[in-house]
């Protein structure tokens, strides 16, 4: 279910309001929007059946979502608008330029990894990706550097000025990656790896979702929903 708000209505009448939605044992999520603010109530709709939500201040309309994706839908976002994320300033994701990641598979060593970033920035790209930890299905492959190539990359953002896009893993690395990492990718095995989603969704941080494999659409946007739900709009 959203909540619609009327133009212009305060903080307080915010607040009321999902103070009465959370009583009900649902939780708000809030999007403050230029002239109105849409609340998005997670949980069961059904305790809001007898509810006369339109009695209270500030609320201009109550709309049902039928999509299993709350959060990530667009009828989720104020007027149905394009989501745009800001990575760092001037460097935004999903508005009229093309964002381009570009970067090297895996860090290997500062040298290679400097080469490439200057390249990537040359080039025009907006964010430098590399891979300081690595999936590999031979657990005799190289693994990546570790935390060793997570400073790697804080070396190269801080030469030529480009965020930073690595991949995380394990749930128990998403504070160590975010101290380093702009954005933190989530590949596609991890996909469906809910500890890692609700983890990163915990972190404040932008996050790369990669579709998994032979995944859905509406399993692509329900992984979404996971980080979505922990609090990472």
Known sequence: MLIITRPHTTERDVARICARIESLGLTAHVCYGEQRTVIACIGEDAVLAGVAL????????????????????????????????TVAP??????DALAVIAGPCSVEGREMLHATASAVRDAGAAMLRGG???????????????????????EARAATGLPVVTE???????????????????GARNMQNFALLAEAGQSGRPVLLKRGLSATVQELLMAAEYVMANGNR
Do not use: C, H, N
Request: a positive charge.
């Open 90 to 95: 001037g460097v935004t994701v999903g508005g």
């Open 132 to 154: 300081a930890y690595k999936p590999r299905t031979s657990p005799y492959a190289f693994q990546g550097l570790g935390e060793r190539g997570l400073e790697l990359l804080a």
């Open 168 to 186: 995380v893993m394990d749930p128990r690395l998403v504070e160590t990656v975010g101290r380093y990492a702009d954005v933190l990718q989530i």
């Open 54 to 85: 339109l009695a209270l201040p500030g609320i201009e309309s109550v709309v049902p979502v039928l999509k299993p994706y709350k959060l990530a839908s667009r009828e989720g976002a104020i007027g149905g608008r394009t989501t745009e994320v």
